[in-house]
């Protein structure tokens, strides 16, 4: 299966910035773009930014619009999520998953990895 491995998660100030990475063990034919979502206690899991690994198709959950950038490195089969001046409501466990398309339903992604804690501090 897949492998995915989250990192850069962390305890930061509101206004400050994080850089998620999320490193993948290999692709296949079926997991042509990567997505995070994140989930806070009591809530559902939601969309937060995903990106073919050709480089098209950026999409973002118009709360991070403007702050959040994705991007992939296809030569160390990471993508990457920079997160600047966050939110206390930004404060959840971050999750990269892989799918076949774009899109912003959680189910339709086949591999997702364990998380990263990113924590907000106000």
């Known amino acids: 299966q897949v492998q995915l491995v989250e990192s850069g998660g962390g305890l930061v100030q509101a206004g400050g910035s994080l850089r998620l990475s999320c490193a993948a063990s290999r692709r296949t034919l079926r997991s042509d773009a990567m997505a995070w979502f994140r989930q806070a206690p009591g809530k559902e899991r939601a969309f937060v930014a995903a990106i073919s690994w050709s480089g098209g198709n950026p999409d973002y959950t118009n709360y991070v619009k403007g702050r959040f950038t994705i991007c992939r490195d296809k030569a160390k089969n990471t993508v990457y999520l920079q997160m600047n001046s966050l939110k206390p409501g930004g404060t959840a466990v971050y999750y990269c998953?892989?799918?076949?398309?774009?899109?912003?339903?959680?189910?339709?992604?086949?591999?997702w990895g364990q998380g990263t804690q990113v924590t907000v501090s106000s």
């Open positions: 998953a892989t799918g076949v398309g774009v899109v912003t339903t959680p189910w339709e992604y086949n591999y």
